[in-house]
């Protein structure tokens, strides 16, 4: 009997003591006002932390624009220095030993001219020891025409092994040339003339005179030559043929 009820006392302290940790579990109850008023606190403070975040996004992005200005800027900078630079860039001169013959062109001891007024192309012989220059002419023909001194003669324009040519042209003025110290002086008519070699155009007066017994049809001399040309013997035929045009008989 005794045995019995001490197991109905321990099993009745076990039921109170678990009533009891049962009872001090249980969540204290929380009115709706009071429920707001926390949901509400916690939203202002999510929207601050959101609102602090996105300003120092937008100042982080307002420095990175800043900085891509500034960039900017500094690359403008350097073309227009660049292109200051191209633009005072000043060629330097190679400094060259002045040319002993300056502004003219070289001869050779021979070579080939045309003559404008007869059309024909001529192997001509350069001679420095010559004062004047002379074209081989035939059948030698003084007139007047108006007033004028007048000469015909005829020119081997195509080489003497086709017909001669005759041409007419007003005679500048007479030469006496003198060949042989034994020899009386020969009185020539002097035509002027305009003459090409090679590239180069120059005109002179040529006196008139049969050079059937000599090598070239035409001898330039020192006065052609004179502040335009200086002659180098050593060479021939230094500028070619000139091209020859159709020449016209008088």
């Known amino acids: 009997m005794l045995k019995k009820i001490i197991t109905l006392a321990v099993i009745a302290g076990l039921t109170g003591c678990a009533a009891k940790s049962n009872t001090d579990a249980m969540p204290v109850p929380v009115d709706a006002a009071t429920l707001d008023s926390q949901l509400s606190a916690q939203q202002t403070e999510l929207v601050k932390i959101i609102e602090t975040n996105q300003q120092a996004q937008q100042q982080d992005v307002a420095a990175l624009s800043d900085e891509i200005k500034s960039l ?3 690359i403008a900078n350097l073309n227009v220095e660049q292109q200051q630079e191209q633009a005072t860039v000043i060629p330097v ?8 013959i300056g502004d003219k062109f070289i001869l050779g001891a021979t070579e080939h001219v045309y003559i404008e007024e007869v059309k024909g192309r001529f192997k001509t012989r350069i001679d420095t020891g010559a004062e004047s220059s002379s074209l081989d002419a035939r059948n030698i023909i003084l007139f007047e025409r108006d007033g004028k001194q007048w000469v015909r003669f005829d020119v ?5 092994d086709n017909p001669a040519q ?3 042209s007003k005679v500048e003025r007479f030469v006496r040339i003198k ?7 020969d009185r020539r008519p ?16 040529l006196n008139l005179v049969d050079r059937s017994h000599l090598e070239f049809p035409l001898l330039l001399g020192r006065k052609f030559m004179q ?3 200086v002659v180098d013997v050593s060479q021939t035929y230094i500028h070619g043929k000139p091209a020859v045009k159709q020449a016209t008989s008088k």
């Open 179 to 185: 060949q042989d110290a034994n020899e009386s002086s």
């Open 72 to 74: 900017q800027a500094q």
């Open 190 to 205: 002097v035509i002027h003339a305009h003459l090409q070699i090679g590239k180069y155009k120059a005109e002179t007066d």
């Open 93 to 100: 001169e190679m400094e060259c030993d002045v040319s002993p």
């Open 156 to 160: 081997f324009t195509l080489g003497e």
């Open 227 to 229: 502040d335009i040309a």
């Open 166 to 168: 005759t041409f007419e």
